[in-house]
């Protein structure tokens, strides 16, 4: 069964930096393109960033761009989501999720949703 757990999230101010972690298990990690995806409460979960399997190619939405850096260690299953200069707009859980089966893009994910991380940024 795969399983994602995401880690990083907490209280910062406005201006600061936040790392979070996702540790993925039950799948081959390497094979898959991974995303970072934020929820706001009572919206649809959106895509904010996604990797390729060997992390030649990113993506992040325009909204985050130049704020957030996706970042991936094969060796360890894991994904990153360094995210600097915080503002309160990204004040959401964050949830990492795999594609349903490319390596390349995070199209169809795979809804194997771990507990998400809560991220709340103060002005």
């Known amino acids: 069964q795969v399983q994602m757990v995401e880690s990083g999230g907490g209280l910062a101010q406005a201006g600061g930096s936040l790392r979070l972690s996702c540790a993925a298990s039950?799948?081959?990690?390497?094979?898959?393109?991974m995303g970072w995806f934020r929820q706001d409460p009572g919206k649809k979960r959106e895509l904010v960033a996604a990797?390729?399997?060997?992390?030649?190619?990113?993506y992040y939405a325009d909204s985050v761009k130049g704020r957030l850096t996706i970042s991936r260690d094969n060796a360890k299953n894991t994904v990153y989501l360094q995210m600097n200069s915080l503002n309160p707009e990204v004040t959401a859980v964050y949830f990492c999720?795999?594609?349903?089966?490319?390596?390349?893009?995070?199209?169809?994910?795979?809804?194997?949703w771990g507990q998400g991380t809560q991220v709340t940024v103060s002005s």
């Open positions: 039950g799948h081959t990690f390497s094979s898959y393109a």
């Open positions: 999720d795999q594609d349903r089966f490319s390596g390349v893009v995070v199209s169809q994910p795979s809804a194997n």
């Open positions: 990797i390729s399997w060997d992390g030649a190619n990113t």
